[in-house]
């Protein structure tokens, strides 16, 4: 069974700390590892998208890498902002059947204090 | 990016009931899926909706509980049908842009609520 876990659950730090969010997933034969951001009543954004060949992505303070073969992905937030709280949620899209599928972890919610 | 809205963005309703959500996207996307998630819990597929086919339900979910129309290239409804309490979630929807494996985008969310 395809799962995606998220680690940790919460996390609260103060403005201005790097902080590190992690995903494993378990089963390797992914196509793409993707991190979204979710606020209340607005959806959600996509952060990064990493391809399976690829081991990481950057996008201004932030840095995703990917390590299929242990099944992990980071998601890397520099100089955290009040404004970069948020639920993040990590996603791994597998083939399924006739279509690709994106398969959730249930998301880490990060709150920055000024 | 495509932009999505839904509507509505919340509702209360009673058990029984039925509610129907609609999806509107500014421009035309092949595919369209529907997500459920329910609190505390990861987003989870319900179908993927075509655009001139029958929508194709994951495991779990069944047409006469989630009726989906595609009625052309930028618009899709999810029915939730007979509600009850298990049902509260957030509905969301999302498209596909280009490749299969390209990122999808999500509309904002409905937040149904059944007593």
């Known amino acids: 069974k395809q799962e995606v876990t998220q680690i940790p659950a919460a996390l609260s730090v103060p403005e201005g700390e790097n902080l590190v969010l992690n995903c494993s997933f378990t089963?390797?034969?992914?196509?793409?590892l993707q991190w979204f951001r979710q606020d209340p009543g607005k959806g959600l954004t996509s952060l990064l998208l990493?391809?399976?060949?690829?081991r990481e992505q950057t996008s201004g303070r932030l840095n995703a890498s990917l390590d299929k073969s242990s099944g992990r992905s980071t998601l890397y937030i520099a100089a955290s902002q009040p404004g970069d709280s948020a639920t993040y949620l990590c996603?791994?899209?597998?083939?399924?059947?006739?279509?690709?599928?994106?398969?959730f972890g249930k998301g880490t919610l990060l709150t920055v204090n000024p | 990016s495509a932009v999505i809205s839904q509507k509505p963005s919340r509702d209360i309703c009673q058990r029984g009931t039925s509610l129907t959500i609609q999806c509107q996207v500014d421009?035309?996307?092949?595919?369209m899926f529907w997500y459920r998630q329910q609190p505390g819990q990861s987003l989870t597929l319900i179908a993927t909706?075509?655009?001139?086919?029958?929508?194709?339900?994951e495991s779990g979910f069944v047409i006469d509980k989630f009726p989906i129309s595609r009625p052309n290239l930028t618009f899709s409804t999810l029915t939730v049908s007979n509600m009850s309490p298990e049902d509260s979630s957030i509905y969301l929807c999302?498209?596909?842009?280009?490749?299969?494996?390209?990122?999808?985008?999500f509309g904002p969310g409905t937040r149904l609520t059944v007593l």
């Open positions: 999302s498209v596909e842009q280009g490749w299969s494996t390209d990122t999808q985008y």
């Open positions: 089963d390797s034969a992914i196509y793409n």
């Open positions: 990493i391809q399976s060949s690829q």
């Open positions: 996603a791994a899209l597998y083939s399924g059947g006739s279509n690709y599928k994106l398969t």
């Open positions: 421009s035309q996307v092949t595919m």
């Open positions: 909706a075509n655009q001139g086919s029958e929508a194709t339900y």
